[in-house]
């Protein structure tokens, strides 16, 4: 039986959930937003499965990739559409071409975040573009096993634990299968996403009608986080707001690790311990490696650890260089280290749960230095752009 002694213990990727023969789990969200299983005694036959598929208990030893490269797509428009160098899109746009089925993170009507799956190239739109929010699984991986048993070629995407939990959930490899992950920095609280995005509406008076976290107005390195809307009972122009990486309170409480999942600071999947075929991320630091790369429209950094990664990405057309992994590792750290939890992050979730504060507020009072709080305000306050 499951059982979540330390909230560190539980990545949620829902994966004990889909296998439970009695189906006697169910994910319940906790104080912080997160989702945790909670198992039905009752009906529980204490079988074990749950813990056999559990990515925390279960974790595979450290690897190292096969093949590294800095990468990026020939179709520039498609690069700007994605958070770096639109690597992603061409791995799926393969696997729809051989018919098959692609499955990663999108937004929903209520613009939250959860897993989904395409079989159209014009439904990969939706799952482009960094999604900064921990998703829900739903029943993603009994979709994927069902895809596979039928023969079709499918590619998962998810962050390296999603990966774990498939892996395990599906009990053995299947040919047909292609995972991607990503070099993951932990994912946010979905309730924490929420309050901030309604507080933004609320203070618009608008409707949301599309969200991007890597909009790339500004650049690759200075992306910002843009929602464009409509008002409400107004007229019909379409709006848009937008903040730079260094401007946006949002960004700046994920970036200080303020709300990420306590398994995030812990993570059981870190150095290619998720056993994904490729690992794609923003190559941070190309300017040192090869400032030839250095046109601030992103750069991906593809990291190839198996003979079908190796394949498939032979496959796309990219315009490619292989690099050292040693060299890397310095300049993205995350994968290999966890994010170290922020030294206020007990005290923020505290103060949010008394409900007398916004998320931006207390971004602003946890993150943010005297001096920096007094500049903001004093910027604010002169309309200085």
Same mark, same amino acid.
């Given at each position: 039986?499951?059982?979540?002694?330390?909230?560190?213990?539980?990545?949620?990727?829902?994966?004990?959930?889909?296998?439970?023969?009695?189906?006697?789990?169910?994910?319940?969200?906790?104080? $912080?937003?997160?989702?945790?299983?909670?198992?039905?005694?009752?009906?529980?036959?204490?079988?074990?499965?749950? $813990?056999?598929?559990?990515?925390?208990?279960?974790?595979?030893?450290?690897?190292?990739?096969?093949?590294? %490269?800095?990468?990026?797509?020939?179709? $520039?428009? /498609?690069?700007?559409?994605?958070?770096?160098?639109?690597?992603?899109?061409?791995?799926? =746009?393969?696997?729809?071409?051989?018919?098959?089925?692609?499955?990663? *993170?999108?937004?929903?009507?209520?613009?939250?975040?959860?897993?989904?799956?395409?079989?159209?190239? $014009?439904?990969?739109?939706?799952?482009?573009?960094?999604?900064?929010?921990?998703?829900?699984?739903?029943?993603?991986?009994?979709?994927?096993?069902?895809?596979?048993?039928?023969?079709?070629?499918?590619?998962?995407?998810?962050?390296?634990?999603?990966?774990?939990?498939?892996? #395990?959930?599906?009990?053995?490899?299947?040919?047909?299968?292609?995972?991607?992950?990503?070099?993951?920095?932990?994912?946010?609280?979905?309730?924490?996403?929420?309050?901030?995005?309604?507080?933004?509406?609320?203070?618009?008076?608008?409707? +949301?009608? &599309?969200?991007?976290?890597?909009?790339?107005?500004?650049?690759?390195?200075?992306?910002?986080?843009?929602?464009?809307?409509?008002?409400? &009972?107004?007229?019909?122009?379409?709006?848009?707001?937008?903040?730079?990486?260094?401007?946006?309170? %949002?960004?700046?409480?994920?970036?200080?690790?303020? %709300?990420?999942?306590?398994?995030?600071?812990?993570?059981?999947?870190?150095?290619?311990?998720?056993?994904?075929?490729?690992?794609? *991320?923003?190559?941070?630091?190309?300017?040192?490696? /090869? +400032?030839?790369?250095?046109?601030?429209?992103?750069?991906?950094?593809?990291?190839?650890?198996?003979?079908?990664?190796?394949?498939?990405?032979? =496959?796309?057309?990219?315009?490619?260089?292989?690099?050292?992994?040693?060299?890397?590792? +310095?300049?993205?750290?995350?994968?290999?280290?966890?994010? +170290?939890?922020?030294?206020?992050?007990?005290?923020?979730?505290?103060?949010?749960?008394?409900?007398?504060?916004?998320?931006?507020?207390?971004? #602003?009072?946890?993150?943010?230095?005297?001096?920096?709080?007094?500049?903001?305000?004093?910027?604010?306050?002169?309309?200085?752009?």
């Amino acid at each position: 039986m499951i059982s979540i002694d330390k909230k560190q213990n539980c990545c949620g990727c829902e994966a004990c959930i889909q296998r439970c023969p009695k189906s006697c789990i169910q994910m319940q969200q906790d104080t $912080e937003g997160f989702l945790y299983p909670v198992v039905d005694t009752e009906s529980c036959i204490d079988c074990g499965i749950c $813990e056999k598929v559990c990515p925390i208990f279960n974790q595979s030893n450290e690897k190292k990739p096969l093949t590294v %490269y800095a990468a990026k797509c020939k179709d $520039e428009s /498609l690069r700007l559409e994605s958070s770096s160098g639109g690597i992603f899109t061409l791995l799926a =746009n393969e696997i729809i071409r051989e018919n098959g089925v692609v499955f990663g *993170a999108k937004f929903n009507s209520k613009w939250e975040v959860i897993h989904d799956y395409a079989t159209t190239t $014009e439904e990969l739109a939706q799952f482009r573009g960094s999604k900064y929010v921990q998703s829900k699984i739903g029943q993603s991986y009994q979709q994927v096993l069902h895809f596979l048993k039928g023969g079709e070629n499918v590619l998962f995407s998810g962050t390296p634990c999603q990966i774990a939990g498939l892996k #395990l959930f599906l009990q053995k490899d299947y040919e047909n299968l292609i995972t991607v992950d990503f070099i993951c920095h932990g994912v946010p609280s979905p309730e924490v996403w929420r309050l901030y995005l309604n507080d933004i509406l609320h203070k618009q008076q608008s409707i +949301p009608e &599309n969200i991007r976290f890597r909009d790339k107005r500004s650049g690759w390195k200075k992306y910002s986080l843009s929602i464009s809307y409509k008002k409400m &009972n107004a007229c019909t122009k379409k709006l848009t707001f937008a903040q730079s990486v260094y401007e946006n309170l %949002y960004l700046r409480g994920f970036l200080a690790n303020l %709300y990420l999942r306590p398994s995030c600071h812990h993570c059981p999947s870190k150095s290619f311990k998720s056993n994904s075929d490729i690992t794609i *991320a923003d190559f941070w630091g190309i300017e040192s490696l /090869l +400032p030839n790369w250095n046109d601030d429209r992103g750069v991906s950094l593809v990291m190839l650890n198996s003979p079908l990664g190796e394949r498939i990405f032979g =496959n796309i057309n990219t315009t490619h260089q292989e690099c050292e992994y040693r060299e890397i590792i +310095p300049l993205n750290p995350a994968i290999v280290h966890s994010a +170290p939890a922020h030294i206020y992050r007990t005290d923020f979730f505290h103060d949010l749960n008394t409900h007398k504060y916004s998320i931006s507020s207390l971004v #602003l009072k946890y993150c943010f230095t005297p001096r920096e709080r007094i500049k903001r305000i004093i910027k604010k306050w002169s309309g200085i752009k």
